[in-house]
Every structure is written in structure tokens, then in C-alpha cells.
């Protein structure tokens, strides 16, 4: 069992930056693929980015390539997301995912989902 609580979402203008953590609880952690998703209002939820359990892989959403960087600190048990050059467009609700059994970019791969942070873009 894995329990997720996100925080670092908030406010911020065009341009600017922001970190998602994603802190974790439970034994399966350090083993887990971890990944990060958002969801639009009237959208479905879509993949941002991913990152393996040792931290050394990592994939990304062509819309946010570049631009976002993924990272884990296993002693931490902590994910994070940090986001450059935010724009409007990336204005969601962002929830972190634990799969672990491996990780992947499809929702049906993980197993754990955290309650989500608001990130609001103004232009």
C-alpha cells in the first residue's frame, strides 16, 4: 500500500515556475514507478511525466518536454515536478501515481493516486 499527498501547487503568471512534491508513505516506494498526470476542467486526465524506481529513466508528454523535469528522492520518499516556462494551457489539477510494477504513460498502469493540487497559469 502506498498513500500520496501532493503539494507546491498554486497560483503563478505565464513564464514563471513552479515544484509539485509528492510525498509518500508505505514500504513499496524506493521499488515503484512514479508518475505525474492533470486533468483540465472538461478534459480527461492526461500524462505530464514519469520516472522509474531508481530515478535514472525518464519520460515526458511532448507538451511539456523541455520545459518540466521530473525527479525522486528515495530517502525522502518524496517525487517531485518541477515546472519552468508555465503556461496557460498547463493550468489543471496535478496528481502524482505510484505503479509498482513498473511504470509507464497510460492511467490503468498505476495502482495509487494522490488527491491532487491545483495549478492556475494567468496569461
Known amino acids: 500500500q502506498v498513500q500520496l499527498v501532493e503539494s507546491g501547487g498554486g497560483s503563478v503568471q505565464a513564464g514563471g515556475s513552479l515544484r509539485l512534491s509528492c510525498a509518500a508513505s508505505?514500504?513499496?516506494?524506493?521499488?515503484?514507478?512514479m508518475g505525474w498526470f492533470r486533468q483540465a476542467p472538461g478534459k480527461e486526465r492526461e500524462f505530464v511525466a514519469a520516472?522509474?524506481?531508481?530515478?535514472?529513466?525518464?519520460y515526458y508528454a511532448d507538451s511539456v518536454k523541455g520545459r518540466f523535469t521530473i525527479s525522486r528522492d528515495n530517502a525522502k520518499n518524496t517525487v517531485y515536478l518541477q515546472m519552468n516556462s508555465l503556461k496557460a494551457e498547463d493550468t489543471a489539477v496535478y496528481y502524482c501515481?505510484?505503479?509498482?510494477?513498473?511504470?509507464?504513460?497510460?492511467?490503468?498502469?498505476?495502482?495509487?493516486w494522490g488527491q491532487g493540487t491545483q495549478v492556475t497559469v494567468s496569461s
Open positions: 501515481a505510484a505503479d509498482p510494477d513498473g511504470w509507464g504513460t497510460l492511467r490503468y498502469e498505476y495502482e495509487y
Open positions: 508505505g514500504r513499496t516506494f524506493s521499488s515503484s514507478g
Open positions: 520516472i522509474n524506481w531508481s530515478g535514472k529513466t525518464t
